[in-house]
């Protein structure tokens, strides 16, 4: 079992940047595969980046090229650096470790001017 924390949502206008870190309640470096899902209001949850235990990344095509997920084994942390954001970015966003069925809470992003 494993406890996840997500921070670093926030307002921004497009166009912008900001980084999600999700902390995790022990250690991930066993921990195969770290993801971030968004749901956005109305919508269901999809996946939106995927890093492996030996750092191989996946990104849904909406956010390729411009999101970046990245983990710190040493500080039992996933990151999700969020650039170029757009209106359609707007969602809570979650930090999933699938093998455990864990979610975290969700941290609200809101891509407005």
Same mark, same amino acid.
């Given at each position: ?5 997500? %921070? ?11 980084? #999600? ?6 250690? =991930?470096?066993? =921990? ?5 899902? &968004? +749901?956005?209001?109305?919508?269901? &949850? ?6 492996? $235990? ?5 990104? @849904? ?18 990151? #999700? +650096?969020?650039? %170029? #954001?757009? $209106? ?8 999933? @470790? ?6 975290? +809470? ?6 407005? %001017?």
């Amino acid at each position: 079992q494993v406890q996840l924390v997500e %921070s670093g949502g926030g307002l921004v206008q497009p166009g912008g940047s900001l980084r #999600l870190s999700c902390a995790a309640s022990r250690s =991930i470096f066993t =921990i195969p595969n770290m993801a971030w899902y &968004r +749901q956005a209001p109305g919508k269901q &949850r999809e996946q939106v980046a995927l890093i492996t $235990s030996g750092g191989i990344t996946v990104y @849904a095509d909406s956010v390729k090229g411009r999101f970046t997920i990245s983990r710190d084994n040493a500080k039992n942390t996933v990151y #999700l +650096q969020m650039d %170029s #954001l757009k $209106s359609e970015d707007t969602a809570v966003y979650y930090c999933s @470790a699938p093998a455990y069925a864990s979610w975290g +809470q969700g941290t609200q992003v809101t891509v407005s %001017s």
